[in-house]
């Protein structure tokens, strides 16, 4: 189908019932605990070592492609989300800047092994390694998923790294990240980001997925040169990037305008 296959993994969360399981190969604290939880579906988990992560994920892959499954990307979950650990194994220390070193090293293994790398959400010290990330939310109350903002959001990292990442938006009002009253998809177009798709979309969305996606493939490596609020409330807002483009957008009358048009 000229599908890029990328597979959705994870070498962080590390289960009890797998078969690879061994406890001296969890993170160990301070304090001589070990960490345990079940936060997800896969049961009671504790936390693999990154010192540890890359032995895992070469396995798996060299594994997947000498079966000749033609795998094109990996999603390493959580990695580019998730503070560094620190590891007081006696076997394994790691500080955690050697965390990030790890993780590292297990992105640049499914660079020149696989191919696309991606991670949940963009980090600075991730760039160098990532093509694409999950999503990048807004800082919200309660929680990143859903609410208010937390302040007025300003496109500080797109700003700095538009040009060396692409990061997708949900196009709805409210969705994952994006404060409740306002539409990802005039924030996805100020940021000229990739669209995310639904299975089934409507042919609205499919409308507005062409416009996003198009004006991506002009600015996907353009530098955002300048960000501007336009009225008192902060409401209408304003995005220019290195080649001329500039792109207005209002959130409370929901509307946008692209300069020079798509």
Not at 142 to 150: C, F, L, R, T
Request: net charge negative; hydrophobic share 35%.
């Amino acid at each position: 189908m000229g599908y890029v296959f990328a597979l959705h993994d994870q070498y962080r969360d590390y289960y009890l019932d797998a078969r690879s399981y061994n406890e001296q190969h969890t993170i160990i604290q301070e304090n001589g605990d070990r960490n345990y939880g079940s936060t997800w579906y896969g049961g009671k988990q504790s936390i693999l070592c990154s010192s540890l992560a890359l032995g895992h994920v070469t396995r798996n892959y060299c594994s997947i492609l000498n079966k000749n499954i033609k795998v094109r990307g990996a999603y390493l979950d959580v990695f580019a989300v998730v503070p560094p650990d620190e590891c007081y194994n006696p076997e394994h220390p790691v500080t955690r800047k050697q965390c990030l070193e790890y993780r590292g090293d297990c992105f640049d293994f499914i660079r020149t092994q696989v191919g696309v790398v991606s991670s949940e959400e963009p980090a600075d010290w991730a760039i160098p390694y990532l093509d694409l990330v999950h999503h990048a939310p807004f800082a919200l109350n309660p929680n990143p998923g859903y609410g208010p903002a937390m302040g007025i959001p300003v496109p500080l990292f797109s700003l700095v790294y538009h040009d060396s990442i692409f990061i997708p938006w949900s196009l709805g009002k409210g969705v994952w990240g994006i404060p409740e009253n306002d539409s990802g998809y005039l924030y996805g177009l100020a940021h000229a980001g990739l669209p995310y798709l639904s299975i089934e979309p409507a042919e609205t969305e499919l409308q507005r997925v062409r416009i996003m996606s198009n004006l991506n493939k002009r600015l996907a490596l353009v530098e955002m040169t300048s960000h501007k609020f336009l009225d008192d409330n902060y409401r209408k807002q304003q995005t220019m990037f290195a080649d001329g483009t500039i792109v207005l957008i209002d959130l409370d009358k929901d509307t946008y305008t692209i300069v020079p048009e798509l």
